[in-house]
């Protein structure tokens, strides 16, 4: 609408005239946004060809007890408040304000983290304090007793979290991003906000800053590397192949019904890819059975101990799912269990687990690797052996 109405102006040229129409109150305000957050900088601009009184000069308004401009929320207010014609003859007015909140801990390091003010005469030297989910009142007295107002809305807003990417190769960085105005806390300069970036294979992770992308942007981007062979350390994150790794960011800055004092945690995942495929990622050579007991010696409804010699033979740890089935000679499943164990890099792992056959036959034991139970994915070929059981 602003576009039209200067277009307009453009093709009908604003002579200067010596004061306004008072019998036509036409001054329209309009403002950037149609929201604002708590510490955005507002620009408003006012359209008022009947007080651009010279066509030679840049005039300005709003900065006279007569014919003040406020600019207020319900506890504060700024005013006279001057705005300055845009060019010469334009009839084009504009000021910007900055807003700066009220004394809260946004990010729950247990420190205020705004510095709320209110002074300022204009056009660009105003600080007005702002509650969450008040409204900030533009007024303006064209005339004796002839007063126009626009209004916006001040509000909070539930921030996202995201990676760039669904999958991550140890080659290429991790890019995450963070959108949440509310941290644009100072919109003159670059904020950062911290966030918590964890793995499958380290679940405490690290803690990074995230950086502005721009002075008011409320976008914010964190980049870390990925190490097989490292810990977790500054922006370096510790992870092996197939990990899911996790980004959290905490909000304090929630809408109603949420409370100021509310905080919400939002999180996002990925996944890691390598060049070594799962499949190969642990060795499951054929099972044994007992301590060095032989097969004679095992009976009907004895104990007999099932042994697994898993090897890793990557530079890497690897967290991994033991499975053990065991079917009878007529294919069901006579006993199913598993166990949730980790391998280090370059190592050999017995795993054991505990059988009692319940009668005489044929059986067939079964293992499988798997990363997890939830989301399986084999890390190693299935292996069988049968066993008779007189």
């Known amino acids: 609408m602003l576009h039209l109405l200067l277009f307009s102006l453009v093709l009908l040229p604003a002579f200067g005239q010596s004061g306004p129409d008072y019998g036509n109150p036409y001054s329209p305000i309009f403002t950037d946004k149609p929201v604002y957050s708590w510490t955005d900088k507002m620009k408003i601009t006012i359209v008022a060809p009947s007080w651009n009184t010279s066509k030679h000069l840049?005039?300005?308004?709003?900065?006279s007890n007569t014919h003040p401009i406020k600019i207020s929320t319900s506890e504060h207010s700024l005013g006279p408040y001057k705005f300055t014609e845009t060019d010469a003859n334009s009839g084009v007015f504009t000021a910007e304000v900055i807003l700066t909140g009220f004394a809260h801990d946004a990010d729950g390091d247990r420190d205020f983290d705004t510095n709320p003010?209110?002074?300022g005469?204009?056009?660009?030297?105003?600080?007005?304090e702002a509650d969450r989910d008040s409204a900030i009142t533009v007024s303006f007295e064209f005339a004796d007793g002839v007063v126009l107002v626009e209004s916006v809305p001040v509000s909070w807003n539930v921030g996202t979290i995201n990676f760039t990417e669904d999958l991550f190769s140890f080659e290429n960085p991790v890019t995450v991003n963070v959108v949440d105005v509310d941290m644009n806390l100072n919109p003159e300069a670059m904020d950062n906000i911290p966030i918590q970036i964890f793995s499958d294979s380290d679940v405490a992770g690290i803690e990074v800053n995230a950086v502005e992308t721009s002075e008011s942007s409320g976008s914010f981007i964190a980049v870390v590397s990925l190490s097989e062979n490292s810990p977790s350390s500054g922006n370096r994150l510790h992870s092996v192949p197939g990990d899911a790794i996790f980004a959290k960011y905490d909000d304090y800055t929630l809408p109603?019904?949420?409370?100021?004092?509310?905080?919400?945690?939002i999180e996002t995942l990925a996944r890691v890819d390598s060049s070594a495929l799962p499949i190969g990622r642990i060795k499951n050579p054929p099972i044994t059975y007992g301590l060095g007991n032989s097969l004679e010696s095992f009976s009907p409804n004895s104990q007999m101990q099932i042994v697994g010699t898993l090897s890793n033979e990557h530079n890497?740890?690897?967290?991994?799912?033991y499975m053990f089935q065991v079917k009878n000679d007529e294919n069901t499943v006579d006993s199913l269990s598993w166990i949730q164990v980790e391998i280090p890099a370059n190592q050999v792992l017995d795993v054991y687990q505990s059988w009692i056959p319940k009668k005489s036959g044929v059986y067939e034991v079964q293992t499988?690797?798997?990363?997890?139970?939830?989301?399986?994915?084999?890390l190693s070929s299935p292996a069988s052996t049968m066993i008779a059981i007189p």
Do not use: M
């Open 316 to 321: 890497f740890k690897q967290k991994f799912v």
């Open 256 to 265: 109603k019904p949420y409370s100021k004092s509310d905080n919400l945690e």
């Open 368 to 378: 499988f690797v798997w990363n997890s139970i939830n989301d399986p994915i084999a």
């Open 58 to 63: 840049i005039d300005s308004i709003g900065d």
């Open 117 to 119: 003010r209110t002074f």
């Open 121 to 128: 005469s204009g056009p660009t030297s105003g600080f007005l």
